[in-house]
């Protein structure tokens, strides 16, 4: 709907919405809106806890950062063109798809892949902590083997 509108801004002061660097949260900002067109790196607020991001492909978001606080995400994939670097801090379902994506970490609050589905087909540097476990790894072998 509002795809690549880059500045977002409310008059006088808004009792239901935060705005920082154009993104929309609530008030209390546990919850990320919206994400403007333009904006290159984004890391999520601490406070924030639900991201209803649908938007995201529609921007030019290099880099991504989750942080552990984070439970849920409201979008089928996140998408994004330009997205390089992915880092996942939560233990959530995410379903990635990037043709851009290079690098994509997993934080210590990751134990369980079973429900992360990446799509990135240049894919070069992949970092899991040492809590996540060995069975989940086989999920990545196909992307190993699609890089040759």
Same mark, same amino acid.
């Given at each position: 709907?509002?795809?690549?509108?880059?500045?977002?801004?409310?008059?006088?002061?808004?009792?239901?919405?935060?705005?920082?660097?154009?993104?929309?949260?609530?008030?209390?900002?546990?919850?990320?809106?919206?994400?403007?067109?333009?904006?290159?790196?984004?890391?999520?607020?601490?406070?924030?806890?639900?991201?209803?991001?649908?938007?995201?492909?529609?921007?030019?978001?290099?880099?991504?950062?989750?942080?552990?606080?984070?439970?849920?995400?409201?979008?089928?994939? %996140? /998408?994004?063109?330009? @997205?390089?670097? !992915?880092?996942?801090?939560?233990?959530?379902?995410?379903? $990635?798809?990037? #043709?851009? &994506?290079?690098?994509?970490?997993?934080?210590?609050?990751?134990?369980?892949?079973?429900?992360?589905? %990446? /799509?990135?087909?240049? @894919?070069?540097? !992949?970092?899991?902590?040492?809590?996540?476990?060995?069975? $989940?790894?086989? #999920?990545? &072998?196909?992307?190993?083997?699609?890089?040759?």
């Amino acid at each position: 709907m509002f795809g690549y509108v880059k500045s977002v801004s409310f008059e006088g002061q808004n009792e239901n919405f935060y705005v920082e660097n154009g993104c929309i949260y609530s008030k209390d900002k546990s919850i990320l809106y919206y994400v403007p067109y333009g904006l290159d790196n984004l890391t999520i607020k601490p406070e924030t806890k639900k991201l209803y991001v649908s938007n995201l492909e529609y921007t030019n978001i290099q880099k991504l950062v989750i942080p552990e606080n984070v439970e849920s995400i409201n979008v089928h994939f %996140i /998408s994004s063109q330009g @997205l390089k670097e !992915l880092e996942i801090n939560a233990n959530i379902r995410v379903n $990635v798809q990037s #043709n851009d &994506l290079t690098s994509l970490k997993y934080g210590s609050k990751v134990t369980n892949l079973e429900n992360c589905n %990446i /799509s990135a087909n240049k @894919l070069t540097t !992949l970092t899991f902590s040492d809590e996540l476990k060995i069975r $989940v790894y086989r #999920n990545f &072998l196909y992307l190993r083997l699609l890089e040759k």
